[in-house]
């Protein structure tokens, strides 16, 4: 199991893939509890208007809180205003070309067989990338090109889609955060955590990453312009 960027679909059947035909692609797993911000508590989910309204209901373990994540947030072209009209022409004419349908295929739909770092990070971004024929005719099973575009399509389309922080200091949010559990499974997986040790190991992680963002936080505020709200309040 891994969780991870779309493009691991496109990955797996490359030339020096090791997994070529056994990837499969699922939607972010949700929960049955949901967090009550005014306890801190996890309480079951329920649908009604306050808690769970965008859940789903299994008749095994009932109602299941998702929240898919739109992690990066995607690319984006720009014109620069302080250029010439034509320029600005040019410009906006070169993203026309490069976003077209048929052009943009080419790097969001490569054949899977391609060497892997002759490959790009593009994910589907037009309804044209989503035709099931063009993947098969790049060597993609059918099935999971399908089960591909059904996860990315109903993520994308959840009321309950969550994107990525969009403040100051994101960045370096984001960082600790990848470094403090990065170098956390590293351990796991070298064994230097004890089985018995890693639920505490675990929180004591998870403290270190609040203490890092709050000290970031307060760093931003200290030193923010005036009138400049805090990161908190952004």
């Not at 989910?45 to 809180?65: H, L, P, Q, S």
Request: charged residues 25%; glycine residues 8%.
């Amino acid at each position: 199991l891994t969780y991870n960027w779309g493009g691991n679909f496109k990955l797996h059947l490359s030339e020096a893939s090791t997994v070529g035909g056994l990837v499969g692609v699922a939607s972010t797993p949700g929960s049955t509890k949901v967090l009550d911000r005014e306890t801190g508590n996890l309480v079951p989910c329920a649908c009604d208007a306050e808690r769970c309204k965008f859940g789903t209901k299994y008749d095994d373990i009932g109602w299941v809180n998702r929240a898919p994540y739109a992690a990066f947030g995607g690319w984006a072209a720009a014109v620069a205003g302080n250029v010439s009209p034509m320029r600005q022409r040019l410009a906006a004419d070169f993203f026309a070309y490069a976003s077209c349908s048929l052009r943009s295929s080419n790097g969001v739909i490569p054949n899977a067989t391609l060497p892997m770092e002759s490959m790009n990070g593009q994910d589907p971004f037009r309804r044209s990338h989503f035709d099931i024929k063009k993947w098969v005719e790049q060597g993609y099973p059918r099935a999971g090109t399908k089960t591909y575009k059904n996860t990315v399509i109903s993520s994308l389309s959840s009321k309950n889609l969550a994107v990525d922080i969009r403040f100051p200091e994101s960045d370096r949010i984001m960082g600790a955060l990848d470094r403090k559990i990065f170098a956390h499974l590293q351990r796991v997986k070298n064994g230097e955590v004890a089985e018995s040790d890693r639920a505490t190991e675990r929180l004591a992680v998870a403290e270190d990453i609040s203490s890092e963002w709050t000290a970031i936080i307060e760093k931003f505020d200290r030193a923010k312009p005036a009138n400049t709200p805090s990161i908190l309040e952004q």
